[in-house]
């Protein structure tokens, strides 16, 4: 299980435009790694359009958006036309991605069990290490719950912690 601390584990995957993009492309970025179950269900649908309102906000504070979901680059490509978003979706169709951030996980519903995307987000600093992760997702207000947690200052002892620093 992933923890504030750890190194993000290296990812690579494609863009709804088709191209190959990697962890080590954003290196001395901050990165806002969001998984997602499905393009264009309710959900998803908010949490896209908050991120893709808060954009310009959160690029003050330094962060690139990536979305992440199991769709192909195709559904990944409409779902951006639809609702005009302006940040990378990858297409993690071998759910390698989901897998190694312990996001691809057993689910319910109705008693039906089934595999599928945790909703979740990670915050990944310039230096690949996790910062901070968002398990409880508030997907109509998710750039405003990202930007109320950058905005905190951290105490000295909290960064030694992060940092697993003695």
Not at 77 to 103: M, P, W
Request: proline share 2%.
């Amino acid at each position: 299980m992933l923890k504030i601390g750890h190194k993000a584990p290296y990812w690579e995957g494609t863009t709804q435009d088709g191209n190959i993009v990697k962890l080590s492309d954003y290196e001395g970025k901050k990165i806002i790694l969001y998984f997602y179950p499905k393009d264009n269900t309710s959900g998803c649908t908010l949490e896209a359009k908050s991120l893709r309102d808060g954009k310009e906000e959160l690029a003050k504070m330094g962060y690139e958006i990536i979305g992440v979901s199991p769709d192909s680059v195709k559904s990944h490509r409409n779902f951006c036309d639809k609702h005009e978003l302006n940040f990378t979706l990858i297409a993690d169709t071998d759910k390698s991605i989901a897998q190694a951030y312990g996001v691809w996980q057993e689910k319910s519903m109705y008693g039906r069990k089934y595999m599928g995307i945790v909703r979740t987000t990670f915050i990944i600093n310039e230096i690949g290490c996790i910062e901070h992760i968002f398990d409880k997702v508030k997907t109509a207000t998710h750039w405003q719950q990202i930007a109320e947690w950058a905005k905190k200052d951290l105490t000295k002892e909290e960064l030694l912690r992060l940092y697993n620093i003695e």
